[in-house]
């Protein structure tokens, strides 16, 4: 076994690695860019090299630094993570020429299936089913448009060498390949060195499942069941969950074979991940199709290594030090449910724009994993955060905007749902957009309950965008009792501080509670509370100041066995914004003898913005594609920005002309800097 290993990585995927070597007594090496000085992954690995400036193709895409820092360290192996340089074939081949295990597969299976072209002639070759499309070199965008009129629209035009969502472009119509394609190449070329693209069939309300491999160099390749990754946003994937609720015992038997085929006729070993398309449509389930393969550690392992046990990067080291499965295909058991929300630094208020900047307050829920990969108290259920960040550090623009991975197991897929409610109520993030409302929304879903998913839930379900997941009458009222409990407990602060209600008064014990916008009356007598005439039964704690209180519904005389309900609370003028249940809630608190003053409080208009062309995050300016004097139509695409590794178009609001230009292509820009203005 190894004694010393090097990541190739950054985050939590380099925090994850190390965890597992760490518990098989194994030292790390962490290598890091400026930009990561002060990670967490670079404090937690037992040594740490400096490998040059933020951006990635200055440091992390570098082979040789790398390998220098082998060399430097002695670490005798190298484990790549995801992204980065994990599928580069030459890689591999350069640490093989330094005499350094690579923790991954061998470099004929990279090459193989990390060219999507050849992967899709070799699946074919072993049986495997594939999607209709064009596979053969694509010369420009005219020959795009050809080739997208004859296969018939819808058509996804990806980046040969693509993964992760990037370099992917959903094509409706002529219009569309011919605005798409060539950002298409960009973002191929950006991120994976290679602007080669392929155009296939878009299998229409398809689900999108893969199926972990693992495999070792003795010739043993097993499948560890599936994974749902239906819900995506740009072809990103933000939740993922094991096993699905569509894929029946014989579909799972017939897609894992079909996959350990693929895997043997490359000769693979290690982990790796063969992502297939399945028509939603087909309640039979024989209709799915060849993706990808990834040869690689997935983002979403965790829910695979949730329902099996298995730590898949202890096996991946393992492998690559020689060591055989300790597994065989009839050992492979589904225990319980897994389901895994990626927390990203983006506002889905503000149409998922992405968010940098720093961390003012980071406090993920506390993990209730133990004992390994899982391990759950009494079979209740279990939360497990991954992630890189810490309170206090930058998100930056330069990588990727995950902040973390929360991942719940429970006996059903209700309850793993249910608790995922419960840890994003607890997630604490400040400083920075973020995406846990949304999260929770997802999770509290009609459709997502049912099961029913297609990689259109977002696009179909949210058509006008993200505002908050709806509130009922029974969460308003419980809002506005503990609205009530909140103004009651700072007003008797402020009784006992400074006297400033006189040393007799005692807090006001009716208050009327503006939620959104529509007021309640709550009167608090003694330990019971009421709302508009109802008593609400509630059991709760809270200290003035405090961000996070649990209350409990409906409970026994100790306060046991309701319903809890977890807000953030954060005081702003006029009142509060509680937060839960993915959204957040604008409350005015007032005590009703001083309700009827409310109507004279001014409401502040935000300015029109129409007609400035305003970057909504910092980035580099791409392209720009008017000129002042140029006449700009409604939904007219007017620049891209690049940023966090994806290209962003940006579209007018309003029809006009153009009065002034204030950046070129090549910019740097910050957020809200004025591209344009209109006349």
């Not at 209700?414 to 409610?421: H, P, V």
Request: aromatic residues 6%; contains cysteine.
């Amino acid at each position: 076994m190894f004694k010393k290993i090097l990541i190739a990585n950054r985050g939590e995927i380099a925090c994850r690695v190390i965890k597992s070597a760490r518990r098989m007594g194994i030292q790390t090496v962490a290598v890091y860019s400026d930009a990561d000085a002060r990670a967490p992954f670079v404090q937690m690995a037992d040594e740490a090299v400096h490998i040059g400036p933020a951006p990635a193709a200055e440091s992390y895409l570098i082979a040789d630094k790398i390998i220098d820092a082998c060399k430097q360290t002695g670490a005798e192996a190298v484990h790549p993570g995801y992204g980065f340089l994990s599928e580069r074939t030459s890689f591999a081949e350069a640490l093989a020429e330094a005499g350094i295990e690579f923790i991954g597969p061998p470099v004929n299976a990279i090459a193989a299936m990390g060219d999507k072209i050849e992967s899709k002639k070799l699946a074919r070759e072993a049986g495997v089913n594939v999607v209709p499309g064009f596979v053969g070199e694509i010369r420009d965008t005219e020959h795009a448009v050809e080739i997208a009129n004859d296969i018939g629209y819808p058509v996804m035009m990806k980046a040969s060498a693509g993964g992760g969502g990037k370099g992917m472009r959903l094509a409706y119509s002529e219009k569309d390949v011919r605005e798409g394609f060539e950002a298409t190449k960009r973002e191929g070329l950006n991120s994976f060195g290679d602007d080669r693209v392929f155009i296939e069939k878009f299998i229409e309300n398809p689900r999108h499942i893969e199926i972990q491999i693992l495999g070792d160099k003795h010739g043993n390749i097993i499948y560890l069941n599936e994974r749902e990754c239906s819900i995506q946003r740009r072809h990103q994937k933000v939740v993922e969950e094991a096993p699905s609720p569509f894929v029946t015992p014989e579909m799972r038997k017939a897609m894992g074979e079909q996959c350990v085929a693929l895997a043997r006729a490359v000769g693979y070993y290690s982990a790796g991940t063969v992502e297939l398309i399945v028509s939603g449509a087909d309640k039979t389930g024989q209709s799915f199709y060849f993706l990808e393969m990834n040869t690689r550690l997935q983002v979403e392992h965790p829910v695979t290594e949730a329902i099996t046990g298995v730590d898949l990067v202890e096996q991946m080291i393992k492998v690559a030090a020689g060591g055989e499965l300790g597994l065989k295909q009839d050992n492979v058991k589904i225990d319980g449910w897994a389901i895994e929300n990626r927390v990203y630094a983006e506002d889905p208020y503000r149409g998922f724009l992405p968010s940098t900047g720093r961390l003012v307050r980071y406090d993920p829920p506390v993990p209730g994993w133990k004992g390994g990969i899982r391990g759950v108290e009494e079979g209740t259920g279990g939360i497990r955060v991954d992630d890189g960040v810490m309170e206090g550090g930058e998100v930056s623009m330069f990588y990727d905007p995950m902040i973390a991975k929360l991942v719940t197991w429970a006996p059903t897929r209700d309850e793993a749902a249910d608790l995922q409610i419960k840890a994003l109520d607890a997630f604490e993030i400040e400083g920075l957009g973020h995406n846990i409302d949304f999260l929770s929304a997802i999770m509290q879903h009609p459709r997502f309950r049912s099961g029913e998913l297609t990689t259109g839930f977002i696009a179909e379900e949210y058509p006008e965008g993200f505002e908050g997941a709806p509130a009922g009458r029974t969460l308003r009222t419980r809002l506005a009792a503990i609205g009530a409990f909140v103004a009651a407990a700072y007003a008797d602060r402020a009784r006992r501080i400074d006297g400033q209600l006189g040393n007799r008064l005692r807090p006001p014990a009716k208050w009327s509670v503006k939620i959104d916008g529509e007021f309640h009356n709550a009167e608090l007598s003694g330990d019971t509370i009421s709302v508009d005439g109802e008593a609400v039964d509630m059991a709760l704690e809270y200290t003035p100041g405090q961000r996070t209180l649990a209350a409990v519904f409906d409970s026994d005389e100790n306060g046991d066995g309701g319903e809890q309900l977890i807000v953030q609370i954060k005081p702003v003028p006029a009142g509060f914004e509680f937060t839960t249940r993915g959204a957040k809630h604008a409350l005015r608190i007032l005590p009703t003898s001083m309700a009827k003053f409310d109507k004279h409080m001014i409401e502040k208009i935000p300015p029109d913005m129409s007609k400035f062309l305003v970057c909504p995050m910092p980035g580099l300016l791409v392209s720009l594609n008017v000129e002042e004097g140029d006449e700009v139509q409604l939904g007219q695409p007017l620049a891209v920005i690049e940023a966090m590794k994806m290209e962003n178009i940006l579209r007018a609001e309003k029809a006009g002309v153009v009065a002034k230009v204030n950046a070129k292509a090549g910019d740097s820009l910050a957020v809200d800097a004025i591209i344009l203005e209109l006349e």
